[in-house]
């Protein structure tokens, strides 16, 4: 089995242990692959409503930058990126759009809406700012960009006509380019401000920081706990209360990242190290009828943008040098890709690497376990089946739930499946489920898997399909260890499972 870390570089050298594999990466981007696909194909199941299209299309914009900027790869998908994005932009303008209010519909053939069209509005100005970031895709988007300003100042001058605030009701301020505002305490009273200026980044760091009081092995858990704890007493609104710790971190990171404040390096490191580990993109899955779903916090996407400001700022250095000291004293240095890591290995003792800030290691070593070698009879985690008996063909669920007081980012499932059953992996493409498949039978049209690792990603309750595929009894096992810390593993015994 194998356990791995995740660190971010401050700087300062770093200490690799005797037979250990390491992989060093420019940044923590790398280590976020596939999410384009996954980021995208979200969006191809929301509902075609004008927030949802202007929402994707924001978020192609993003992506499209962050290609751009060698951050991530296109994973071939730059083309259905682009053709979906000036689809999207054109479609709002010639199907959404009610020239007799100046404003946004929801749906085409309705009329225009104060709510919607501010959505809108608000998505378009994130497109606009992303395409202009990129010489070629400001030249490559020329028009869509044309299209999404008249649309963006038919809607504010209709707004302003009305005295209704933007800024309010959408949590952003279309005089600064969209940024996002969150309401802030100032002399006792709650006021919008962005999140860059001064303001925000001082009530951040004198009211929100000692409160959360993050440390070098603060876990989601506690952090989260301790973010409803500033949540009840400085009153944030929805859009933090849906997007949970780690957007309200990304949004103030940026604040503090251009304000070269000192406390950046460790809300970032907190932030990479949670994305890397839960591999989720923070966004809405599946068709909403309403609005105001998918303009909610994308909290990667968010992610992938404070990392285009960093290497805009050149914060994170392209092709950055890797020093290597081995045991024996041997010293060498390495110049890491923008599109690949670096491998080592410590097969000859400690290795010290230093780098500079923001490289990201990914450290892993190997250890041989046997399932009853870690058997608890409390164990920090409960296993459930919907039923007991089945009959040849029937469905049924497994349910996995680690105990509260366990970080479900850093902890992995290893399922051994009662022999009768076969575990099935969705086909639901929209599915959290991404598993490791150790041992499975063939069968016409997949996989009957009796053998599997899975991690928790972030979400405590892990609920994994079942089929009854074979008659007679049988047991099964279910192992749970801690990403990197070997001494955090143990095992329950599966209830006997009949099939008729």
């Known amino acids: 089995m194998t356990f791995s870390d995740v660190i971010i570089s401050d700087g300062n050298p770093f200490t690799v242990e005797k037979d250990r594999k390491t992989a060093v990466y420019n940044g923590p981007a790398q280590l976020l692959q596939g999410m384009v696909t996954t980021i995208e194909t979200n969006m191809y199941s929301w509902f075609g409503h004008s927030e949802a299209i202007s929402a994707s299309c924001a978020i192609r914009a993003l992506l499209l930058l962050s290609i751009d900027k060698n951050l991530i790869g296109d994973e071939g998908m730059r083309e259905s990126l682009a053709t979906e994005l000036s689809k999207g932009v054109k479609d709002l303008l010639e199907a959404f759009f009610d020239s007799s209010t100046n404003l946004i519909a929801p749906y085409p053939g309705l009329s225009g809406n104060i709510l919607w069209s501010i959505w809108v509005s608000r998505n378009l100005s994130i497109l606009i700012d992303a395409l202009e970031r990129s010489e070629v895709l400001k030249n490559e988007f020329a028009d869509t960009v044309v299209k999404s300003q008249y649309l963006i100042q038919r809607i504010h001058s ?97 604040a503090l990242f251009l304000q070269d404040n000192p406390h950046f390096f460790e809300v970032f490191r907190t932030i990479a190290r949670g994305m890397i580990l839960t591999q989720d993109p923070g966004m809405i899955q599946g068709p909403a ?5 998918y303009s909610a916090p994308n909290t990667m996407v968010k992610f992938l943008e404070l990392l285009i400001t960093m290497v805009e700022k050149k914060a994170i250095a392209s092709q950055p040098v890797l020093l290597v000291e081995k045991a024996n004293g041997e010293k060498s240095t390495l110049t890491l890709a923008d599109d690949q890591p670096l491998l080592l290995e410590t097969k000859e003792g400690p290795t010290t690497l230093t780098a500079p800030r923001y490289v990201t290691y990914r450290v892993d070593f190997l250890k041989n376990l046997n399932l009853f070698d870690y058997m608890a009879e409390k164990p920090f985690f409960q296993v459930s089946f919907d039923q007991i008996v089945y009959r040849m063909g029937e469905e049924g669920v497994f349910t996995i739930e680690l105990d509260p ?76 260890r801690h990403i990197d810390n070997p001494d955090l593993i143990q095992t329950v015994k599966i209830p006997k499972i009949t099939v008729k």
Do not use: C
């Open 158 to 254: 209709e707004l302003k006509k009305r005295n209704i605030s933007e800024k309010e009701i959408g949590f952003y301020d279309p005089e600064k380019g969209g940024q996002d505002v969150i309401p802030v305490e100032i002399d006792g009273k709650v006021v919008y401000r962005a999140v860059t200026d001064d303001a925000v980044v001082q009530w951040f760091v004198d009211k929100v920081w000692p409160t959360l009081d993050i440390s070098d092995h603060i876990s989601s858990k506690d952090l989260n706990a301790r973010f409803i704890v500033a949540y009840d007493t400085y009153r944030f609104l929805r859009a933090f209360e849906r997007s949970g710790v780690y957007y309200y971190l990304l949004l103030n990171a940026r």
């Open 289 to 293: 009828l309403l609005g105001g779903v």
């Open 405 to 480: 007081d366990k970080d479900p980012s850093e902890y992995y499932v290893l399922v051994a499946i009662p022999s009768v059953l076969s575990l099935r992996q969705t086909g639901d493409l929209l599915s959290d489920y991404k598993g490791q498949l150790l041992y499975g039978q063939k069968v016409s049209g997949g996989e009957r898997i009796q053998f599997v690792a899975v991690p928790f990603r972030g979400s405590r309750k892990m609920i994994l399909p079942v089929e009854a595929a074979y008659r007679g009894t049988s047991e099964g096992y279910v192992l749970i």
